[in-house]
């Protein structure tokens, strides 16, 4: 059985990637909108000390020169705070960025719960932020789950585990071929990030967008998955800002994204660090009619789907010297290769805080630099809201989450989900647009 007490090459890869700027931070999480009365900062902390023992992951820490996890004795309430808001509409979503990127504490456990209270309007939220070499988006579903789901979520329930792997066989020779092409073809330069210029920087531009979770929904009975409707709106919305801004001299009718594809299984749970494989993924941005781009988005995210050659992927990164892990990072941040991070998660169990109910998710995601967008979609519920943190020096490419809300909704209206009447963009701090 694999150690899990060892980081992975993937952890000590992101942990050692360089940082220049405040922007350019490792650390993800969400923000729980609360409706109801919010909890006593005394009160969560109480709370955290009763559930802490079922998230032991929760306690480590990562030993640089060793690479492994080890225990530390840190203080649960230390990992609680709480801030007043001040008056303004900006006030949540300027407090949720401020957030975001405060520094955390050295030689403790590198995660914090912040409690932003409005009692004036009754806007109340509560911000979970982590590093990102600590956990990945599985794990942290599972530790919101484990902290506030009404009931008891067992760990082959949880909404970490990848199910589609339990029990797959790794022994078939074309598996390891795939897994192994696929890796390889992660080398191959990407030209549309590369134009006349165009310098990445370290300042970064965060919107979020909600959207119906119907909005998702693919065509009934022609394979495809919500993932597919994501990718393709995705990749429209990157086609559609290349055009207007001449980005790169790549044909414009594909778009290669790198995916963080899940393989934690219910025995990993709260293991610290990442359980995922960075998949490198074509998705074709045909200037074609919406009702066809699924149709030829579907094909391209085959390993997606793969679980075998999912876990073989992962084996052939776990086996990678961690060096070389780094470094195969950090050439993703260079223009020449230059690939977006884009990652779906689905959170299954409802959420409340100390009687507060968890009315929506919004996703907070880090981009490191030299990437040039990263994207970060969670559904809950009915809603699905959609994070994108944007390079600021890329000329407009702030303007993904709009696009992308407009491509998904044509993705809609040709067949593929419902789409209700209205928008629904919102921004981190909850107002629509």
């Known amino acids: ?69 080890r225990t530390v004795n840190s203080d649960p309430a230390a990992h609680v705070e709480e801030r007043a808001l001040p008056p303004g509409d900006d006030a949540l979503r300027g407090a949720v960025r401020e957030v975001l990127g405060a520094p955390l504490a050295e030689g403790a456990p590198p995660w914090m719960l912040t409690l932003l209270r409005d009692d004036r309007s009754g806007r109340n939220a509560l911000v979970y932020r982590v590093h990102h070499a600590f956990q990945d988006g599985a794990g942290m579903l599972h530790t919101l789950e484990t902290l506030f789901a009404p009931a008891p979520v067992a760990p082959h329930e949880s909404s970490a585990v990848y199910r589609k792997g339990e029990g797959v066989r790794l022994s078939r020779p074309g598996d390891w071929f795939r897994a192994g092409a696929l890796m390889l073809g992660s080398l191959r330069p990407s030209r549309v990030w590369k134009a006349p210029g165009h310098r990445f920087s370290s300042s970064r531009d965060l919107e979020c967008v909600a959207v119906p979770a119907a909005w998702l929904r693919p065509p009934a009975g022609d394979g495809s998955s919500r993932n597919d409707v994501f990718l393709a709106a995705t990749a429209r919305a990157v086609r559609d800002w290349a055009a207007e801004f001449d980005a790169g001299s790549a044909p414009r009718d594909e778009v290669r994204m790198l995916v963080p594809a899940n393989v934690r299984t219910s025995r990993q749970v709260s293991v610290p660090g990442n359980r995922v494989v960075l998949l490198p993924v074509p998705v074709p941005a045909p200037p074609a009619a919406p009702a066809e781009h699924l149709a030829q988005v579907r094909p391209s995210t085959w390993a997606l789907r793969n679980p075998a050659t999912r876990l073989v992927a992962d084996r052939l990164g776990r086996s990678t010297p961690h060096r070389l892990a780094a470094l195969h990072l950090r050439s993703f941040g260079t223009p020449s290769r230059a690939l977006p991070i884009v990652s779906h998660l689905t959170l299954r169990h409802p959420l409340t805080v100390l009687g507060a109910e968890v009315v929506r998710l919004d996703p907070l995601m880090c981009l490191p630099e030299g990437f040039p967008f990263a994207a970060l979609i969670i559904t809950h519920g009915e809603t699905s809201v959609v994070c994108f943190v944007t390079d600021s020096s890329l000329p407009g490419l702030s303007t993904l989450s709009r696009r992308w809300h407009d491509a998904l909704k044509d993705l809609g209206a040709a067949g593929h989900g419902t789409v209700p009447d209205g928008p629904r963009a919102v921004s981190a701090d909850g107002h629509r647009e």
Not at 27 to 47: I, K, Q, S
């Open 1 to 69: 059985m694999r150690d899990r007490k060892r980081a992975t090459p993937l952890d000590r890869a992101i942990q050692a990637y360089p940082v220049h700027g405040a922007d350019a931070h490792k650390h993800f999480g969400c923000v729980l909108h609360l409706r109801g009365t919010p909890p006593d900062l005394h009160d969560l902390r109480r709370h955290l000390e009763t559930r802490i023992s079922l998230l032991p992951g929760l306690r480590n820490v990562m030993d640089a020169r060793s690479g492994n996890w």
